[in-house]
C-alpha cells in the first residue's frame, strides 16, 4: 500500500489522500488466503468459442468457498488483523454474499461476528449467516439504520469493521481470482469482471497490471445500472441507480478507493442490458453447466450484445458467484 | 479383455461367453482418450457434508466434453478401431447424451458418424448432434425401426456400431472417471455412481476394484425402476421398466457384458425416490453451484433417504452428467 492518489469525492468535498492497494498487497493476500480458499477451477466451452470467435476462459468464483469470490478479501481483511484487534470481532452490514464471506474467515479465525441485515432481508439470507456462526442484529431497512446500528455494536463490543468493497485489504483479496487466472493462462489478451461497488474489479485490474501491464481490463454492469461507466467517464463518482437490475449484486456504485484505482488504470467499462444477463445465465448453465447468479452473467451478456468486443482474443472472465436462489427459479 | 465369465441370458437362452473388460483395460482407456477429454474437477461442500456426517467427493463429468461421461467410452472406442475399419465411419442410434458423445470422437478422428434417432426426437436434441458434425437418420419411434434402420446404414455405408454401454471398450472408457477420482483421492471408502444400462457402474467397479479391492463400490437407481438392482438379487437380468422416471438417462436396463461385471464384481444397488432425486438436483445445485441432470442426482437422493449409507465415510460420487432442458425449467 505505497501507491497514493488524489481523490475526487462526489460532490463538493476536499480531496482526501488514501492509500491505495498495490499488485504487492495482492501477492501478499494470495499468500494469506491460500489455506482456506479454493483455487477454483476454470472452464471452457468450444460452443461458446465457436459461438463468439474467441477463446474464453471461465474463473468459476462460483465454486469458491460460499460460492463467491467475496471468500477472498473477507480472509484476507481477517486474517490480517492483530491478535488484540481480532479478538473484540469483526462487524459488517450486508444482506449478501459479503456478510457469507466475512462469517466464514471469522469462523476460520476463531472470532466473534455479527453481521448487521435490514429486517426485511430473506430467512434464507439470515440462515446462511447464521450457518456459519456469526450473530444478525436486525435493524430498519435503511442505510442510515444500518450505519447507526453498526456503530452502535462497534462502540459496544469492540468489533472491527470490514466493509464490502471500499478497503485496500478486501480489493487485495478479491485481486487474487485474476491472479491464478493470469498464472493458468499467462497468455490473455482481456481479462473481464463485474462491476457493482468496485472490489472483484478494482483487485483484478491491479492483478493484470501487476503481472502483465499488456492486458486490458474490462468492467461489465448493467445498462440500466451503469454508474461505473458515467463515474469514469466523468471523472466524478455517481450515485447508486434507482432501478432495480436483475443483477442485485451489481446495485451498488463505486467506493472512493475502488472508483480510484479503477480510474488510476484506466479501465474501460462495457454494459448489458436485462435481457442479456439473463441470456447470459441461460448459456453458461447450458454450456458451462454451472449455476451462476445474474451478477456473474452480465460480463457474458455484453459479449453477446457485441461480440466484436472479443473476437478474435484470449478472454479471461470472473464468474464472480453461484448464489441463485435455485428452488425459486428452476422446476424439476 | 483377458477375464471370461459365464453369461446369464434373459428368458432360456443358452449361455454365451463373453470377455470382459479389465482394470488393464480401463488403465488404457485412460492413456488413449487423455488428449480428448477433461480431467473433471472434484468439488466438495461443507454444507452436505455437515448435513450427512460424512465427506463426499464429487466428480464432476457434468463439466467433461459434451457435458457427460459418455465422451469416455465413445473416445475409446472410436480411436481403438483400426484405419481400415474406422474409414467407413461410426454409427449408434441414440437421442441422448451417447449420439452426441460419439459425434464429438468421431470428429476428432476425422471419420463419419451417424446417429439414428426416433423422429419424435426433440429439435434440440438433433441440433446437438448436427453441431457435432455427424449426420442425424430419422425412424418410427420403435426399438425395431431403430435396430432395422441402423442395419441398413452398416450394410450400405460399412459403418462400425457403437453401442452406448453392452461394450467392452465403451465400459473400460467409462471406468476412467473412478480411476482419476480416486488417484485423486486415494482413500475413499465408498465410490457412488447411477446404474441405467450399467456402463458407467461397470467401469467405475473395474477402476475401483483394480485401484483398491476395499473400496465399496455401490450403483444407485430411481427406486420406480429398480430393475438393476432386481436383476442383480434374483441372477437375471430384468427388462426395462414401463414406469417413466425423471432420470431419464436411467431408464434403460443392464446389458449382458454390464450384467456380469457388476454380478462378478458384487455391486450392491441402492435406490431413490423421484422426489429425492429432484431433491438431489436441486441440493447439488445450490451448494456445488453446478447443473446437473435428474440422472445424475440419483445417487445424492439416496444418501438424503438412507444417510447411514454414508455416515462417517469418504464417499466419492460420480456426477455423470449437467445435460438438463435449462431454459425449460428456469426461469430468471
Redesign the interface.
Known sequence: MCKKAELHEHGSDPTVTIPLPTFADVLAAAERIQPFIHRT?V?TSQ?LNNMFGAQLYFK?E??QKI?AFKARGACNAVFMLDDETAQHGVVTHSSGNHGQALAYAARLRGIPCTIVMPNNAPAVKQDAVV?YGATVVLCEPTLSARLSTMQDIMHRTGAHPIPPYDDALVIAGQGTAALELIEDYPDLDIVMAPVGGGGLLSGTAIAANGRDPSITVIGAEPAIADDAKRSLETGIRQPPPSTLT?ADGLRTSLGEITFSVLQYLNVHIVTASEDAI?EG??RM??R?????E?SASVTLGAIIEDPLLVAGKKVGIIVCG?N?D??N????
Open positions: 477451477p472452464l460452443a468459476c462460483n465454486l460460492g450457518e436483475v439473463i445465465v441461460y448453465m447450458e458451462l453447466k454451472i449455476v451462476v445474474p453461484g441463485l435455485v428452488r427459479y428452476l422446476r424439476v
